[in-house]
């Protein structure tokens, strides 16, 4: 198993935690905010398809949820 960390809990940064935490690696990821995703949540649809932001977030807050992977926050770690 490698480690990995990951700077940003934009969309990229979490496709990528998840992905390598699916080859199970262990990943570290870093957000400078309080909460992942503040970059979407402000929104109320996204574009090119008008999706709905709340959606977006949800699901990709969703790939989180995994034993390997490990959010820190302004706040310190989250579980």
């Not at 940064?13 to 995703?37: F, K, S």
């Not at 109320?44 to 820190?72: C, K, M, S």
């Amino acid at each position: 198993m490698n480690k990995f960390a990951i700077i940003g809990t934009g969309p990229a940064g979490i496709e990528a935690a998840a992905t390598l935490a699916a080859h199970h690696n262990e990943v570290d990821i870093y957000e400078q905010e309080n909460a992942p995703l503040g970059n979407i949540r402000d929104k109320a649809f996204l574009f090119p398809n008008f999706a709905d932001a709340d959606e977006v977030a949800g699901r990709l807050l969703a790939r989180l949820d995994h034993p390997l992977i490990h959010l820190y926050t302004d706040k310190g770690r989250s579980e």
